[in-house]
């Protein structure tokens, strides 16, 4: 077998950037002829002509598409909606989401600002959801993160994500006011 | 200790007596039913010697062939009600057996055509993307990250904010921003071409909310593409890295 | 943007085959010119010094590795479970493929067996799936193969099977119960 077609099949199909060390040992050619063929193949891509780049990165090569095209390439994903958030809105969304649930008056002490609109842009965006209220003096609105923040930070699999170690036990929480409880 | 085989040798009372039939290298269409059923009863028998489960199919099988078979001997006699009526396979004569055979084996080898296509098949790979893989190299707003695994990066956070519970309480004044963090994250990535350790973010004694922030100036960041982070195995240390 | 970088771009990222009329929506290309950078592409990537192909598959194109690498790219999948199908799930899909949309009775009257758990596994692959109930009493439900089926076997269309004589029409079936009516 040859090794340009053999180190462009791998890169294709390799979920991760391909170093040359295990490029070479996956292939069993030595590492020069490796480089050789990467070089002559990041060249044949890089024309104008063709719609792909082999990039390095982290040490390793991966087959990529030209940035270029971009704009034509992200049409396949339409729908999946990527703009970003304002920085109040990133801070409020963190805070929810390692306080969950949590309400508006817990935010505004954390932040400092009223956080009222922020809240109903998250809300409308669908980053964060009422869960219920809070056990409390006015019963105040509680409020968790949803699905649809997992998947803008591009979190996949919820019940991946090791959630319950890293929820703080909320009776230590630092950002309250003295003499202010949370019980819920 | 004794166990029953499962497997049978043959998928169904078809494809046995399809074999019988080939064995014998006699042409469906010229098919003896009485010998066909003697070998069909005695490959069941054997299967029971054998210990081996016979499922009800072919315990019907048998009974249709044995039907049909006094249904030669005897002709006109077996018109009676049929206890086998509702039983899968329903089959009043040999001409009806010759075609459900010629059926079976059309599908039979239609099956094995499948199973070249499947074989071909498995030897073409096309990209997958489960992984998160870069799909995308636009500078300005990217699809997904390259070589995260977010998983492996809340593990990460996890961990740190198990550190923080176990690390003497400091109450900070909540003085730390995402953009000031993503900036201060990108300048102490400039010129580290090997990447940082994703701990190293985390200065000891910072408070909670210092770590809430950088973590999200670093989701923020990646999103962005402005930053990657690997992971050489499922155990190893997280590293960031500045995007080119 | 020229057309034939941009379709091989498409053709990498899609995560699913592409067809003529949806290259072309994406490239906003007319279809003659989508076909004609196919076409290029294909003569490019057939070339022995090129790892990867253009495949027609499930009335769509696709990139994937040539055939005779596989011993060299499999390597990178090791480990992984390249399971095979079953020759029971193999004959229901032949039964399902050529008779489609068929009843489970149907396919148990042509294998002899019980196919409820073969039936499940396979919807469960996504190799079938249900297309409505045959009027018949009982209203028993019908079953078609998919795309994902198409896939798996590498087929461009169902009609690429082998055709056989023995293939019957489906109103001549001689194995129905007398009475009982196809009509689907």
């Known amino acids: 077998m040859l090794i340009k077609p053999l180190v462009e099949a791998l890169l294709f199909v390799a979920e991760e950037p391909l170093s040359l060390d295990r490029l070479a040992e996956i292939t069993e050619f030595p590492v020069q002829d490796v480089r050789l063929a990467l070089r002559e193949l990041q060249q044949e891509y890089a024309a104008d002509d063709s719609g792909l780049q082999v990039m390095e990165i982290a040490k390793g090569y991966q087959l990529a598409t030209k940035p270029e095209l971009a704009p034509v390439v992200e049409k396949l994903f339409k729908g999946e909606n990527r703009y970003t958030l304002s920085q109040a809105a990133l801070e409020t969304l963190a805070i929810i ?30 980053f964060i959801r009422t869960a219920g209220r809070k056990d409390a003096p006015g019963r105040p609105i509680l409020y968790s993160t949803t699905r649809e923040f997992l998947k803008y930070f591009g979190l996949k699999d919820v019940s991946e994500l090791p959630r319950s170690d890293m929820d703080l036990p909320r009776e230590r929480s630092l950002f309250e006011e003295p003499g202010q409880t949370i019980t819920t | 200790m004794d166990y029953l085989v499962k497997q049978p040798a043959f998928e169904g009372p078809f494809a046995l007596l399809f074999h019988l039939i080939e064995k014998a290298e006699v042409d469906i269409y010229e098919i003896s039913v009485a010998e066909i059923t003697a070998q069909y009863l005695e490959y069941l028998q054997a299967m029971q010697e054998l210990n081996l489960e016979v499922a009800s199919e072919f315990l019907v099988m048998a009974a249709t062939l044995l039907k049909l078979k006094s249904k030669k001997l005897l002709p006109g006699t077996f018109e009676t009600v049929d206890e086998l009526e509702d039983a899968m396979i329903t089959i009043d004569s040999q001409e009806e057996l010759v075609q459900r055979l010629l059926e079976y084996r059309h599908f039979r080898s239609v099956a094995e055509e499948l199973r070249r296509f499947e074989q071909a098949q498995k030897r073409v790979f096309a990209r997958s993307l489960s992984g998160e893989k870069v799909v995308i190299v636009n500078p300005e707003k990217e699809m997904s990250a390259a070589g995260i695994t977010l998983p492996g990066l809340m593990q990460a956070f996890a961990h740190l904010l198990a550190d923080f519970e176990r690390q003497p309480r400091e109450v900070n004044v909540d003085e730390f921003t995402v953009k000031d963090k993503m900036k201060l994250i990108m300048t102490s990535l400039r010129g580290q071409s090997s990447g940082i350790d994703f701990f190293s973010l985390f200065p000891k004694g910072a408070g909670l909310s210092e770590i809430i922030i950088t973590f999200f100036s670093l989701l923020e960041l990646i999103r962005l593409r402005k930053i990657s982070v690997w992971q050489t195995g499922p155990m190893e240390s997280l590293l960031i890295m500045r995007k080119v």
Chains 1, 3 share one sequence.
């Open chain 1, 97 to 126: 989401a390692y306080r969950q649930p949590v309400t508006r008056v817990d935010i505004e002490n954390i932040r400092g600002v009223k956080v009222d609109g922020v809240l109903e842009t998250l809300l409308k965006r669908r």
